[in-house]
């Protein structure tokens, strides 16, 4: 498995921005699809963002999509998820996760074998 710990999370007016960070350790990075979900207090996990593992194919849901990017730097180890234009409904505590085996990124939590321990984020209004 993957060893994963978020950072960046914090709070911000409505139309500001945050960028998020994750740091992996363990399992070879550079080889794997990473992704970022997000959850609110009495909602599921949400699929936010997916990265291939060179970072040539990215996934977005239509909520965030146009105002958050997934990037990744694998000689660093960490993918980050940059978020701009942030609404009061993207509040939540996001989690960066590690795709099981070799495969595409991908907006199902279940593909994901690895995760980090969150980071909250909250929008203002």
């Known amino acids: 498995q993957v060893q994963l710990v978020e950072s960046g999370g914090g709070s911000v007016q409505a139309g500001g921005s945050l960028r998020l960070s994750c740091a992996a350790s363990?399992?070879?990075?550079?080889?794997?699809?990473m992704g970022w979900f997000r959850q609110a207090p009495g909602k599921e996990r949400e699929f936010v963002a997916a990265?291939?593992?060179?970072?040539?194919?990215?996934v977005y849901p239509d909520s965030v999509k146009g105002r958050f990017t997934i990037s990744r730097d694998n000689a660093k180890n960490t993918v980050y998820l940059q978020m701009n234009s942030l609404k009061s409904e993207d509040t939540a505590v996001y989690y960066c996760?590690?795709?099981?085996?070799?495969?595409?990124?991908?907006?199902?939590?279940?593909?994901?074998?690895?995760w980090g321990q969150g980071t909250q984020v909250t929008v203002s209004s």
């Open positions: 996760a590690a795709r099981r085996g070799f495969g595409r990124p991908d907006k199902s939590p279940l593909l994901y074998d690895s």
């Open positions: 363990g399992r070879t990075f550079s080889n794997t699809a």
């Open positions: 990265i291939s593992w060179s970072g040539s194919s990215t």
